[in-house]
């Protein structure tokens, strides 16, 4: 997909004039302010990034349009809650949307979402990196654009893996990390609380063994088949029993979350962590305050997230934001522009650098700025160009919800039982025959 950047930023820029033009013709007789479209964009919280964008690209809009930001609930179930109900009632204010990539089928499946232009289309994935196209896509179509994405990588402690004889030039496999920290008595940070955390590394288990959750992601309820069953399903409960069971992410693992795991890897018994870039950053900022050692930001190394078999390349998750605009917005036209704007790569690396949320495209990683503040800005575009999402389905709610009640507590997870279990569960769930 794709034009050249040039003509692409044109394309747009004609679109967004010729709407401005048509907007003072139908609307001459009102005032400026009264003739200028309003955009409401819904906006997951951010250290305000997103409302910095909507003022930049109304500004280069030249009048076309004005975009006012609406602040959606801090957790993703809530904003996907809110969301859902507005769309399904019609609710024609849900002009562009911040979207997570798990929730996006649910939400494109029944029409709630405006088909994207093909010209939107070219001009906004150009070089979008795998992993992060592959989480916009819904039946093999493009039914949002991608904003930023995320992924974990593996953080290490370089003492560590140095006193256990690890290369961590060479591709790690989760077996050397957890015999490692066993034999160094060091724990590992992983994310074992009852949240969508658990879904977020089964599945990046499962599909690091070149299979998914979901035989079909596009089956209807009653024919939902999960690959669970299987090899694969048991070795990646095997992983997480084992961390489990040998107490290797220490005895408040029920209730690690993403930041109680950094900051267990942050203290003297970390060892190895699978985390988001986030952690860099709040590291450091707690060393500027005087909270932690500066000798611990030297301590730190990262690289690719572990592999499930050392011939397989990992496949790590996939997170991040996606814009789409609501089936009903009276601005559909515009609503595009302006997520053609907010999108570009020049954008999207000022994000990271302001807010912390990587691109999810390839040319934004080339800003050489980067370097100072992400020095592992390249390990996260290699990781996002492997990563996988999560299950496309619209019944992705239910099937998460099912992992996370099966899947806790982890030192309960075992090889045998937990896969088998947690596909009866689902399908019964799916079937109506159960509730969750």
Same mark, same amino acid.
């Given at each position: 997909m794709g034009v050249s950047g040039d003509s692409r930023h044109r394309g747009r820029r004609t679109r967004v004039v010729g709407a401005a033009i048509a907007a003072g013709v139908l609307l001459s007789g009102c005032s400026d302010t009264e003739?200028?479209?309003?955009l409401t964009w819904y906006i997951n919280p951010d250290d305000g990034g997103q409302a910095t964008l909507a003022q930049q690209c109304s500004e280069e809009s030249d009048g076309a349009y004005q975009i006012q930001t609406s602040l959606l609930p801090a957790d993703a179930p809530s904003?996907?809650?809110?969301?859902?109900?507005?769309?399904?009632?019609?609710?024609?204010?849900?002009?562009?949307? $911040?979207?997570?990539?798990?929730? @996006?089928?649910?939400?494109?499946?029944? =029409?709630?979402?405006? %088909?994207?232009? /093909?010209?939107?289309?070219?001009?906004?994935?150009?070089?979008?990196?795998?992993?992060?196209?592959?989480?916009?896509?819904?039946?093999?179509?493009?039914?949002?654009?991608?904003?930023?994405?995320?992924?974990?990588?593996?953080?290490?402690?370089?003492?560590?893996?140095?006193?256990?004889?690890?290369n961590m030039d060479e591709p790690v496999t989760w077996d050397q990390v957890i015999e490692a920290a066993l034999e160094q008595e060091k724990l590992l940070g992983v994310q074992g609380i009852r949240a969508e955390s658990m879904t977020v590394w089964l599945n990046a288990l499962v599909e690091s063994q070149d299979t998914s959750i979901l035989v079909d992601p596009e089956a209807a309820a009653v024919d939902v088949a999960t690959?669970?069953?299987?090899?694969?399903? $048991?070795?990646?409960?095997?992983? @997480?029993?084992?961390?489990?069971?040998? =107490?290797?992410?220490? %005895?408040?693992? /029920?209730?690690?979350?993403?930041?109680?795991?950094?900051?267990?890897?942050?203290?003297?018994?970390?060892?190895?962590?699978?985390?988001?870039?986030?952690?860099?950053?709040?590291?450091?900022?707690?060393?500027?305050?005087?909270?932690?050692?500066?000798?611990?930001?030297?301590?730190?190394?990262?690289?690719?997230?572990?592999?499930?078999?050392?011939?397989?390349?990992?496949?790590?998750?996939?997170?991040?934001?996606?814009?789409?605009?609501?089936?009903?917005?009276?601005?559909?036209?515009?609503?595009?522009?302006?997520?053609?704007?907010?999108?570009?790569?020049?954008?999207?690396?000022?994000?990271?650098i302001t807010n912390g949320n990587p691109p999810s495209s390839e040319s934004a990683y080339e800003d050489e700025s980067l370097e100072e503040d992400y020095p592992m800005a390249d390990a996260i575009r290699e990781a996002l160009q492997n990563a996988a999402p999560r299950p496309q389905t619209p019944f992705y709610n239910e099937i998460s919800?099912?992992?996370?009640?099966?899947?806790?507590?982890?030192?309960?997870?075992?090889?045998?039982?937990?896969?088998?279990?947690?596909?009866?569960?689902?399908?019964?769930?799916?079937?109506?025959?159960?509730?969750?």
């Open positions: 003739s200028v479209p309003v904003q996907r809650e809110q969301l859902a109900r507005r769309l399904a009632a019609g609710d024609a204010s849900l002009d562009i949307m $911040s979207l997570d990539p798990p929730f @996006i089928p649910e939400l494109a499946e029944p =029409g709630f979402l405006a %088909p994207v232009p /093909a010209e939107t289309a070219d001009a906004t994935t150009e070089d979008t990196l795998e992993g992060a196209l592959a989480g916009a896509m819904w039946n093999d179509e493009l039914v949002t654009v991608p904003f930023w994405a995320n992924t974990q990588l593996l953080w290490y402690r370089e003492s560590v893996a140095e006193a256990a004889g690890l690959n669970f069953p299987t090899e694969e399903g $048991s070795k990646a409960a095997e992983i @997480i029993g084992t961390i489990g069971s040998e =107490g290797l992410a220490g %005895p408040g693992v /029920a209730s690690m979350d993403e930041n109680q795991s950094m900051l267990l890897f942050q203290g003297d018994e970390g060892s190895f962590m699978v985390n988001w870039p986030f952690v860099w950053a709040a590291t450091n900022a707690s060393v500027e305050e005087g909270v932690l050692d500066e000798a611990l930001v030297d301590d730190i190394g990262w690289t690719q997230y572990p592999r499930v078999d050392e011939d397989t390349a990992s496949a790590p998750p996939l997170g991040g934001i996606n814009l789409g605009v609501g089936a009903e917005s009276e601005h559909q036209d515009l609503a595009f522009d302006a997520i053609e704007c907010i999108v570009e790569p020049e954008n999207q690396t000022e994000y990271f919800t099912a992992i996370q009640q099966e899947f806790t507590p982890i030192s309960g997870v075992t090889g045998d039982q937990t896969p088998t279990q947690t596909d009866s569960f689902i399908v019964e769930v799916l079937r109506g025959e159960r509730l969750l």
